[in-house]
Nanobody, 119 residues
Framework: QVQLVESGGGLVQAGGSLELTCATS????????TGWYRQTPGKERELVAQ???????NYADSVQGRFTISRDNSRSTVHLRMNSLKPEDTAVYYC?????????????WGQGTQVTVSS
Protein backbone atom coordinates (compact mmCIF):
# COMPACT_ATOMS: atom_id res chain seq x y z
CA GLN A 1 0.00 0.00 0.00
CA VAL A 2 1.31 3.42 -1.01
CA GLN A 3 0.82 6.12 1.59
CA LEU A 4 0.26 9.72 0.50
CA VAL A 5 0.12 12.56 3.01
CA GLU A 6 -0.73 16.14 2.02
CA SER A 7 0.10 19.30 3.88
CA GLY A 8 0.24 23.03 3.26
CA GLY A 9 -3.38 23.98 2.79
CA GLY A 10 -4.90 26.99 4.46
CA LEU A 11 -6.62 30.32 4.06
CA VAL A 12 -5.16 32.94 1.77
CA GLN A 13 -6.36 36.15 0.17
CA ALA A 14 -6.88 36.42 -3.56
CA GLY A 15 -3.59 37.08 -5.30
CA GLY A 16 -1.62 35.27 -2.63
CA SER A 17 0.38 32.06 -2.75
CA LEU A 18 0.49 28.66 -1.07
CA GLU A 19 2.65 25.58 -1.47
CA LEU A 20 1.24 22.11 -1.02
CA THR A 21 3.38 19.09 -0.23
CA CYS A 22 2.64 15.43 -0.83
CA ALA A 23 4.83 12.97 1.01
CA THR A 24 4.93 9.58 -0.69
CA SER A 25 6.36 6.11 -0.24
CA UNK A 26 10.03 6.24 -1.09
CA UNK A 27 10.02 2.55 -1.95
CA UNK A 28 7.97 3.08 -5.11
CA UNK A 29 8.36 6.80 -5.77
CA UNK A 30 10.16 6.17 -9.05
CA UNK A 31 7.17 4.15 -10.26
CA UNK A 32 4.52 6.77 -9.55
CA UNK A 33 2.95 9.36 -11.78
CA THR A 34 1.83 11.80 -9.12
CA GLY A 35 -0.62 14.62 -9.35
CA TRP A 36 -2.75 17.14 -7.57
CA TYR A 37 -6.51 17.04 -7.91
CA ARG A 38 -9.20 19.23 -6.44
CA GLN A 39 -12.86 18.86 -5.62
CA THR A 40 -15.67 21.18 -4.59
CA PRO A 41 -19.17 20.18 -3.44
CA GLY A 42 -21.33 18.96 -6.31
CA LYS A 43 -18.47 18.69 -8.77
CA GLU A 44 -16.26 15.85 -9.94
CA ARG A 45 -12.70 15.67 -8.79
CA GLU A 46 -10.53 17.32 -11.43
CA LEU A 47 -6.88 17.10 -12.34
CA VAL A 48 -4.91 20.22 -11.50
CA ALA A 49 -1.38 19.11 -12.35
CA GLN A 50 0.63 15.93 -12.66
CA UNK A 51 4.26 14.95 -13.00
CA UNK A 52 5.95 11.78 -14.20
CA UNK A 53 9.05 10.15 -12.69
CA UNK A 54 10.99 11.72 -15.55
CA UNK A 55 9.74 15.20 -14.73
CA UNK A 56 7.23 15.71 -17.53
CA UNK A 57 4.34 17.89 -16.40
CA ASN A 58 0.75 18.51 -17.35
CA TYR A 59 -1.54 21.29 -16.12
CA ALA A 60 -5.19 22.14 -16.29
CA ASP A 61 -5.83 25.17 -18.47
CA SER A 62 -7.31 27.01 -15.50
CA VAL A 63 -4.03 26.93 -13.57
CA GLN A 64 -1.50 27.08 -16.40
CA GLY A 65 1.03 29.79 -15.70
CA ARG A 66 -0.01 30.16 -12.06
CA PHE A 67 0.72 26.75 -10.54
CA THR A 68 3.94 24.74 -10.69
CA ILE A 69 4.30 21.06 -9.81
CA SER A 70 7.68 19.61 -8.92
CA ARG A 71 9.33 16.50 -7.49
CA ASP A 72 12.02 16.19 -4.87
CA ASN A 73 13.51 12.76 -5.46
CA SER A 74 15.75 12.93 -2.41
CA ARG A 75 12.74 13.26 -0.12
CA SER A 76 10.14 11.39 -2.21
CA THR A 77 7.87 14.42 -2.15
CA VAL A 78 5.75 16.24 -4.70
CA HIS A 79 5.00 19.94 -4.41
CA LEU A 80 2.46 22.29 -5.88
CA ARG A 81 3.35 25.96 -5.80
CA MET A 82 0.20 28.01 -6.27
CA ASN A 83 0.59 31.67 -7.17
CA SER A 84 -1.95 34.36 -8.02
CA LEU A 85 -4.68 32.42 -6.26
CA LYS A 86 -8.29 33.13 -7.13
CA PRO A 87 -11.48 32.46 -5.15
CA GLU A 88 -12.40 29.81 -7.72
CA ASP A 89 -9.31 27.87 -6.67
CA THR A 90 -11.03 27.14 -3.36
CA ALA A 91 -11.35 23.37 -2.99
CA VAL A 92 -10.10 20.32 -1.18
CA TYR A 93 -6.84 19.38 -2.85
CA TYR A 94 -5.82 15.74 -3.05
CA CYS A 95 -2.56 14.08 -3.93
CA UNK A 96 -3.07 11.08 -6.18
CA UNK A 97 -0.74 8.54 -7.74
CA UNK A 98 -0.84 6.20 -10.71
CA UNK A 99 1.23 3.08 -10.29
CA UNK A 100 3.10 2.77 -13.59
CA UNK A 101 3.29 -1.04 -13.93
CA UNK A 102 0.03 -1.47 -15.82
CA UNK A 103 -1.69 1.48 -14.20
CA UNK A 104 -3.90 3.99 -16.01
CA UNK A 105 -6.08 5.32 -13.21
CA UNK A 106 -5.24 6.86 -9.87
CA UNK A 107 -4.73 3.98 -7.48
CA UNK A 108 -3.75 5.85 -4.32
CA TRP A 109 -5.14 8.99 -2.71
CA GLY A 110 -4.14 11.19 0.16
CA GLN A 111 -6.63 12.47 2.71
CA GLY A 112 -6.92 15.93 1.19
CA THR A 113 -6.07 19.41 2.37
CA GLN A 114 -8.39 22.41 2.29
CA VAL A 115 -7.42 25.50 0.32
CA THR A 116 -9.63 28.54 0.79
CA VAL A 117 -9.08 31.74 -1.16
CA SER A 118 -10.90 34.79 0.16
CA SER A 119 -11.79 38.20 -1.29
Amino acid sequence: QVQLVESGGGLVQAGGSLELTCATSGRVFALLVTGWYRQTPGKERELVAQITPGGSTNYADSVQGRFTISRDNSRSTVHLRMNSLKPEDTAVYYCGAIYLPGGRDVAFWGQGTQVTVSS
